[in-house]
């Protein structure tokens, strides 16, 4: 009866690696979005999509590729993983685009080897 | 830069007393502010909001409380308990919410037995 659900929740890879992080929601919201959490907690918004179409796209390098196939998955895709692409992710959703009320994900614990 | 800070990144307190965590903002055009749990191994976990038309809002032993003169955002803990134990984030909102959610610093609070 998960809201939000990340797989995997822990994900140690090589250097140059491509990977994949999906989550979906179950709870019918319209928005759901990307996190990256670093190794001092700071939380900053990545990506948002709105009923498969992105909202939001931060600084982010193009290695990172979001895909929405439909409004209750939004899937992360990364390339040529690097060092410092190593934190913790989190999938979130809300009901609309106003970002108001956002429920997060159990987060994917990314290790860049 | 950072829009959204935290006074003091660590909060130790007994359990049973009441805590108050704090944080300061620097968007003036923010127009709604969330506080988050984040306890260890998990997402974020919503508490309580606020908007920008609001002075106070109180949910069950949680009271937010917003100064938009001084751009001050506080989250007041009734009577702390064990599970209390968490780092907790301010979060606020500007701009109907285009650019997403600005994520502060964090505070741990600790609840001391």
């Known amino acids: 009866d998960t809201a939000v659900s990340q797989t995997p929740k822990y994900l140690v890879t090589q250097m140059g690696n491509d990977k994949s992080i999906k989550c979906e929601q179950n709870?019918?919201?319209?928005?759901m979005y990307w996190y990256k959490q670093d190794s001092k907690k700071f939380l900053k918004i990545m990506f948002s999509?709105?009923?498969?179409?992105?909202?939001i796209n931060e600084t982010v390098p193009n290695r990172f590729s979001p895909k929405s196939p439909d409004k209750a998955h939004l899937n992360l895709h990364i390339n040529s993983l690097e060092l410092g692409d190593s934190a913790v992710y989190f999938c979130?959703?809300?009901?609309?685009?106003?970002?108001?009320?956002?429920?997060f994900g159990p987060g994917t614990r990314l290790l860049v080897l | 830069g950072e829009s959204v800070g935290l006074h003091l990144p660590t909060l130790s307190v007994q359990e049973g007393d009441n805590s108050i965590i704090n944080c300061a903002y620097s968007?003036?055009?923010?127009?709604?502010f969330i506080w988050y749990k984040q306890e260890s191994g998990k997402g974020p976990q919503f508490i309580i909001d606020?908007?920008?038309?609001?002075d106070k809002r109180q949910g069950q032993r949680v009271t937010v409380l917003l100064n938009k003169t001084v751009k001050h955002l506080s989250l007041q803990i009734a009577a702390t308990q064990p599970g209390d134990s968490a780092v907790y984030f301010c979060?606020?909102?500007?701009?109907?919410?285009?650019?997403?959610?600005?994520f502060g610093k964090g505070t741990h609070l600790i609840i001391q037995p």
């Open positions: 979130a959703s809300s009901p609309g685009v106003s970002q108001e009320t956002q429920y």
């Open positions: 709870l019918g919201h319209d928005t």
């Open positions: 999509y709105n009923n498969k179409e992105l909202i």
């Open positions: 968007n003036s055009a923010s127009d709604y």
């Open positions: 606020i908007r920008s038309n609001m």
């Open positions: 979060a606020e909102r500007s701009g109907g919410g285009a650019d997403g959610l600005t």
